[in-house]
């Protein structure tokens, strides 16, 4: 069998559930260390930091 549901979702229940999914923005924080806006547990994309710990080396371009 493969990973289709066996019995049609009634109209209902595809309104109900999951209702309130796209309510919810992703979850913006401050930067502790540069002060710029991130994703809530995810590595700062302007300086690498995540839980004040350099974690992702940002390469500058230097040539
Ligand atoms: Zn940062």
Do not use: F
Request: glycine letters at 4%; charged letters at 35%; proline letters at 5%.
């Amino acid at each position: 069998m493969g990973p289709l549901p066996k019995r049609k979702l009634s109209k209902t229940s595809k309104r109900t559930r999951r209702n309130h999914d796209k309510l919810s923005l992703p979850h913006l924080v401050l930067c502790e260390n540069c002060g710029s806006y991130r994703l809530a547990h995810h590595v700062c994309k302007e300086c690498g930091y995540y839980q004040n710990e350099a974690v992702v080396e940002i390469k500058k371009r230097e040539d």
